[in-house]
Every structure is written in structure tokens, then in C-alpha cells.
């Protein structure tokens, strides 16, 4: 886990500051805890930029050479005082002095952050505020800084890097421009691919209702647990007209397929995975796979072949060296062959390139200069109110990943931790006369569920944390199917909800 490399560099001598609403396991080892309310984070950081303006703390070198529209983020952050910010973040204005102060006193400073910066309604604007902060400290272009975002599951950059978007195609070659269609059209073979940008899943998923959409292929995601207002999931799943699910295992999601694809696990086949940091690394086969089950590029391969494609790659090896690296401009120079031991970064031009271990070098944009973008904080699509006076967020335990497709299936693990708890503070569990462990109803807007109480001095007042493990007692009965409205990422981190002794 990345939270043991930060754990490790804590001992050498690293500084650390937490800034989330609970006091999790990481807290312990931080110089400083920053406990700011759900939802708040824009207001937060503009009012570190603030201060770092104000006291002429920030990079002022990095700023005028390699930074454009300073003037334009200067004026948006000079309304976030420490008191406006503290107000809306819930937070001492001494603390925000404190924390910029302690952030401009250290050079390179990291700054990691994880679903609980994108998973809003404002999460795009939330890590373009991040990227404001790390520009303003000149803390990009240099090793150990720069903004480090922390995946939720292992390849999801990797599948980024594959075209894995309704915009692009492998490499970020946007679907819009002529020429990377005329490209791919060559390489595949094929005439007139569309130069519109595609469906994202929330709105996938609307069309099956609509019958806008009338086939649909899930490849390895279990959407009726992951998706936010799970009655709202199973009836759009349930209105499809053709629906094929590829997986390792049958789950909630392979209940509403019409096909079923047995595919191989991650350990049963050779390929790659990439990382955060941009590594390409080799992924090989340690098992054979079980019963019918083929690899996904096997599945996919004969799919093509009877639609009229006969694709010449044969491995994963093929389909890197001979189509992925040869279409990708930022994977040109990564072969297998040079990926045995531990992995090359892209960009990676040539194969006499080393890879790229930190982007911006000396404050070189891939645009030019870099872009500083101001933005307003904005509250939640739903906050708390006299009805429902909790605020809801969510997220993922130690013990298990994701939905359990896998790790449910671990007997040691069930052991560990073998169902689900709304984890509730000590101050609300005793106005409401709570004890730990007991069973509690919290019901939202759109569902409700029967969980055990887990009484902690982790989670602050007014806020109730879960997790999606598990389907009896998931939190996605509850979110709120809102999205930021340019990445449709759903805001599973706050919605409102109450809670009732049972």
C-alpha cells in the first residue's frame, strides 16, 4: 500500500500533514492533521493560497517564469481569507496560516491525494485547485514533488493509457482530430471511425432505459455494487436490452447478463501493468486458468474474428510490441524486452530512451507554461438539513477490495472483517444513545440499511463513514447519483443521511 512508503519515509525523517475529515491510522504518524469538514477542500486551499500570497511565501521564481494567469488565481484566492475558509472547512483560521506556512517552509514537497479529492461534484475543479497549490510552491518539475494522484484499483492508469476513454484513443490521441482518426483507421483497418467523443457510464447507463443504448459489455466491474443509489443501478442493468458481462467470477452484476465471459485473472496470463507514477511494468503468468476461462485479449480476438477481423496478434507481448508501443507516441520506446526487470515510465520516445521518472523538468509544461486555473468552492449536491442532519462518506477498508469479487472469497479475510459498519462518532452515538456494535438503521433520499455501529473517535461529529464491501449493509444504497458535470464522476464522498436505533 502507498500509505507504507509514506509510513517508511515518516521514519527517515519526512514530514508529513494529513488533511481529511477523519483521524485514520495515518493521522498517527503526521506532524499535523488538518480535520476539514467533507466537501470543503477548494475552500481549503484557496485559503492556503491565500496566506502564501499574502505573506509572500510562494515560489515567486517558478511563478514568473514558468506560470501563466497568477493574476487571475491571485484575485479568485484574496476572498479566501483564513476566516472565510476556516468557516467553510470547519477550521481554526490558525490552522490554515499554520499548514501554508509549513508547506512553504520545505522544498520538494509531494502532494498525494486519493478519491476523496475526485469523487465530488466539483472533482475536477478539486484537483485543479491541488495543481494551483503545487505551482504556486514551485513544487512541480523536480523529483519527489508534483501532484500524485493515488489510484483506486491497480491498472487504472493503464487503462487510461489504453484508450479506456470516450475520448481518445491509446496514447491520449483525441477521437476529435482528423488526422489520429485517419491513423487508427489504417492501423485497424476500417473506414469512418466516429470523430464524436463517446458515452461515459453514467450516461450508459441512463440509455439503457431509454433504449438509446441496447447492448452493453461490462468488462470486469461489478456496477451494481460500485455505482451510487443501487435500486436506481438494478433497474437500469435490469432494462437492458443485450447485456454481457466479462469476469473472473459471477457477482451482483452478472445477475442481469445474458452472456457470461469466463475470463482469466490477472495471475493467469501475461501482460502489463502501469502504475501512478507512469511505470509499465511486466505482469507474468504464475497459474494455469481454471475451466473455460480464457484471457480477456483471447475473448476479445474472437469476438472481432466473427464480426469479420482477424487480428494478428496472439499474446500480450504481440499486442504491446507490434500495436500498443507502435501507436502510442509516449510508448514508442517501451518493448517487453526492456521492461523484464522494473519497469520503464512514459514518456518513453525511443528504445534508447530511459523513461521519464518525474514530468515538467525545470518547469517545461507539456502546454508551454503552466496553467493556473481559479477555482470557486462550491457545496454538495446534497448537504445536511433538519431531516436528514448526518452527512454521509464513503470509502474502502483494509481488509477487503472493491466489492469483495475477490477478496470475499478469503476465508482469513472474512475473518478480519466479515460485514460492514457505519462508523459513527462518540459524541453522536451518545446523544442518540448508541452503543458500539449495536445494529442501526441509516437511511438517504434513496435507500436505506441495517449495519452495526462502530463507535470511534476516527470520525467527527455529524459525519457517518462507510464502505461498499459488502451488498448487505453497502453504502451505495444510500449515495447520491450526482456528478461533476465534465468528468461524470459520481460523488460518493457526501450525500445526507439519518440514523436510526433499531
Known amino acids: 500500500m502507498a500509505s507504507t512508503f509514506l509510513k517508511n519515509a515518516v521514519q527517515k525523517g519526512a514530514r508529513l500533514i494529513v488533511a481529511d475529515p477523519r483521524a485514520h491510522r495515518l493521522v498517527d504518524f503526521a506532524e499535523l492533521h488538518v480535520p476539514l469538514r ?9 485559503g492556503l493560497m491565500h496566506v502564501l500570497i499574502k505573506e509572500e511565501l510562494y515560489d515567486k521564481k517558478f511563478v514568473q517564469s514558468c506560470t501563466m494567469d497568477f493574476e487571475k488565481l491571485k484575485a479568485q484566492v484574496a476572498e479566501y481569507t483564513p476566516e472565510m475558509a476556516g468557516k467553510i472547512a470547519g477550521l481554526a483560521p ?3 496560516v499554520d499548514t501554508a506556512r509549513r508547506l512553504a517552509s520545505v522544498k520538494p514537497v509531494m502532494l498525494c491525494y486519493t478519491l476523496g479529492i475526485t469523487e465530488h461534484t466539483c472533482g475536477k475543479n478539486n484537483v485543479m485547485s491541488v495543481a494551483n497549490l503545487q505551482m504556486l510552491l514551485g513544487n512541480m518539475g523536480m523529483e519527489c514533488g508534483g501532484v500524485n494522484p493515488l489510484r483506486g484499483q491497480n491498472n487504472v492508469q493503464g487503462a487510461c493509457d489504453m484508450g479506456a476513454l470516450p475520448n481518445v484513443y491509446c496514447g491520449y490521441q483525441a477521437v476529435t482530430d482528423p488526422k489520429a482518426r485517419e491513423k ?16 461515459m457510464i453514467p450516461q450508459m447507463m441512463d440509455g439503457l432505459v431509454d433504449k438509446k443504448v441496447r447492448g452493453f459489455y461490462i468488462f470486469g466491474e461489478n456496477l451494481a455494487n460500485t455505482e451510487p443509489d443501487i435500486r436506481k443501478v438494478e433497474h437500469e442493468l435490469a432494462s437492458a436490452e443485450f447485456l454481457v458481462v466479462q469476469d473472473i467470477f459471477q457477482n451482483e452484476t452478472t445477475k442481469f447478463a445474458h452472456v457470461i465471459l469466463p475470463a482469466c485473472a490477472w495471475s493467469e496470463n501475461n501482460g502489463t501493468f502501469t502504475n501512478s507514477e507512469r511505470r509499465v511494468s511486466r505482469v507474468r503468468k504464475a497459474s494455469e486458468p481454471p475451466g473455460e476461462s480464457r484471457p480477456n485479449w483471447w475473448i476479445f480476438k474472437q469476438l472481432a474474428k466473427r464480426m469479420g477481423h482477424d487480428w494478428a496478434s496472439n499474446s500480450g507481448q504481440e499486442i504491446w510490441d507490434n500495436e500498443v508501443s507502435v501507436l502510442s507516441p509516449n510508448l514508442f520506446g517501451i518493448k517487453f524486452h526492456r521492461i523484464e526487470n522494473d519497469g520503464l515510465q512514459w514518456p518513453c520516445t525511443d528504445e534508447c530512451h530511459p523513461g521519464t521518472t518525474f514530468l515538467h523538468k525545470e518547469g517545461n509544461f507539456s502546454c508551454g507554461l503552466g496553467n493556473f486555473v481559479a477555482v470557486e468552492w462550491t457545496p454538495p449536491a446534497e448537504v445536511a438539513d433538519e431531516e436528514y442532519p448526518l452527512v454521509l462518506s464513503t470509502g474502502r477498508r483494509l481488509y477487503h477490495y472493491h466489492t469483495r469479487t475477490q477478496t470475499g472469497r478469503c476465508e482469513g479475510l472474512n475473518d478480519l472483517l466479515g460485514e460492514e459498519t457505519a462508523d459513527i462518532s462518540l459524541a453522536d452515538a451518545e446523544s442518540m444513545g448508541i452503543e458500539d456494535r449495536e445494529y442501526i438503521k441509516v437511511k438517504s433520499r434513496r435507500g436505506e440499511v441495517n449495519v452495526r455501529a462502530r463507535v470511534t473517535p476516527e470520525v467527527p461529529k455529524g459525519m457517518v463513514w462507510m464502505a461498499f464491501h459488502f451488498r448487505e449493509g453497502n453504502a451505495n444504497w444510500l449515495t447520491n447519483p450526482a456528478f461533476d458535470p465534465v468528468t461524470l464522476t459520481a460523488e460518493y464522498k457526501a450525500c445526507a443521511v439519518r440514523i436510526e436505533k433499531q
Request: hydrophobic share 50%; no cysteine; proline share 4%.
Open 38 to 46: 467533507v466537501g470543503s477542500d477548494i475552500a481549503f486551499l484557496n
Open 94 to 96: 490558525e490552522m490554515i
Open 184 to 199: 487508427f483507421e489504417k492501423a485497424w483497418g476500417v473506414e469512418n471511425l466516429p470523430g464524436n467523443v463517446g458515452l
